[in-house]
């Protein structure tokens, strides 16, 4: 059986990562797991209330769980968190066990795509052009130092996928193999 590796979209929040992950499980025919949806489901409550109610650590451990767990599957197309990149484990195992991309964007195009949306509550109260800017320059270098980069800015969800999909292929030497 032909077993294929994950592709795991990474990226800050509002970068294109679900979209142009429901994209690509699409063309290629794969299961999409976006992260945020699976936490929510495994929760039975929003990201609101669980950052609310039990904070940030909480989320993190929850999210560090389902990255393992992905980690055992493969032929997947996963759409990350944002802030899967702060604990390395994470960039590590899904390093070792798919094709990593990294998604980004101008700080004025992701404040225009998070306008929709209540699953981000690092940048729901206050301003949000402050936080979103802040946030970014602290991750900065987490997300700099994936390989494989998409500047999503001036791309659709359908040539952010198109620019995956190649990314992947090129990795494919690598990406397939048997079982
Ligand atoms: C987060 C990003 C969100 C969500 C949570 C935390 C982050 O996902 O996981 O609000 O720390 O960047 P998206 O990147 O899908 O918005």
Do not use: W
Not at 23 to 51: C, G, T, Y
Not at 96 to 102: E, S
């Amino acid at each position: 059986m032909i077993v294929r590796k994950n592709i795991i979209l990474m990226g800050f929040m509002g970068t294109g990562k679900s979209a142009t992950g429901r994209l690509v499980a699409k063309r290629l025919d794969r299961p999409l797991v976006d992260m945020d949806a699976e936490i929510e489901q495994r929760e039975q409550r929003s990201i609101r209330d669980i950052f609310l109610y039990d904070g940030e650590p909480y989320f993190r451990r929850v999210e560090r769980d389902v990255v393992k767990e992905l980690c055992e599957r493969k032929n997947l197309v996963v759409a990350t968190g944002g802030g899967v990149v702060i604990n390395p484990e994470n960039v590590r195992d899904f390093s070792r066990t798919g094709v990593v991309i990294c998604l980004s964007a101008i700080p004025s195009v992701i404040l225009q795509r998070v306008a929709v949306g209540t699953h981000r509550p690092l940048i729901e109260d206050g301003e949000k052009a402050r936080k979103i800017k802040d946030l970014l320059e602290i991750r900065k270098p987490l997300y700099d130092a994936i390989p494989n980069q998409i500047d999503t800015t001036s791309l659709s969800p359908e040539l952010t996928a198109d620019r995956v999909i190649e990314i992947y292929e090129k990795a494919a030497g690598d990406a397939v193999g048997f079982r």
